[in-house]
């Protein structure tokens, strides 16, 4: 079992619609980061979540440490979203800390 | 700015045979990472380096090599390339180090076929 599990895997949307992505994790973690990979290749940072909630634009991330879980939200989706997103966690406690990442959810929106 | 720039982006190689990619950073940060991306996994991290001359392994270090002889280069060498190599390969680096809550700048990736 992968320490961070995203879900859904594939996501298809129509433009307009408000998108989820969810990550869930097993390990104690001290921060957790939301990243976005274009069909290029290339790897953005969206958040960094210790707690609560933030906002950039029509992005919107969550985060419940009780849960161990956060949600990526993304209001009037528009077919430049489309592209994979990546959830990683810092773990702590372990031989080493490092950076620990999901599986990643591909998003397509159609206009 | 070109931030963070690898080379080559693309590559086929048969079983035995050697190679080498090339990360180079411009922003003077002192951590620099490989990771290796498969299907329906995360990014591993192969190996890291957190100064110049200095390189330690990450989760995924077998049949892998690296050097880190000028702070903005970092090397993977692959010195004897196995079909499970077939990969997408990334560098990233950071001012602060990845335990941090630091942001990582990565590469665009090099995707590397192994027959």
């Known amino acids: 079992k992968n320490e961070v599990e995203q879900s859904p895997q594939n996501l298809t949307a129509q433009e307009g619609e408000f998108i989820t992505i969810n990550c869930s994790y097993s390990?104690?973690?001290?921060?957790l980061h939301w990243l976005q990979q274009h069909p290029g290749g290339g790897i953005v940072s969206l958040f960094m979540l210790s707690s609560g909630k933030k906002k950039h634009g029509r992005l919107i991330a969550t985060i419940n440490i009780q849960e161990k879980h956060s949600s990526l939200h993304i209001t009037a989706s528009h077919p430049r979203d489309s592209a994979v997103y990546i959830c990683?966690?810092?773990?702590?406690?372990?031989?080493?800390?490092?950076?620990?990442f999901g599986p990643g959810t591909s998003l397509s929106v159609i206009p | 700015n070109a931030g963070v720039t690898q080379t080559p982006k693309f590559r086929v190689l048969k079983t035995g045979q050697s190679m080498t990619l090339l990360c180079a950073q411009d922003m003077n940060h002192e951590y620099m990472y490989w990771y290796r991306q498969d299907p329906g996994m995360g990014l591993r991290l192969i190996h890291y380096s957190v100064g110049e001359g200095t390189t330690a392994k990450g989760e995924v270090p077998d049949g892998y090599n690296v050097s880190r002889l000028k702070k903005q280069n970092f090397l993977l060498g692959l010195e004897s390339a196995a079909p499970s190599q077939t990969s997408v390969y990334f560098c990233a680096s950071s001012y602060l180090p990845q335990t941090v809550l630091g942001e990582l700048f990565f590469g665009e990736g090099s995707r590397l076929t192994v027959l």
């Open positions: 390990v104690g973690i001290s921060a």
């Open positions: 990683a966690v810092r773990s702590k406690g372990t031989s080493y800390d490092k950076v620990i």
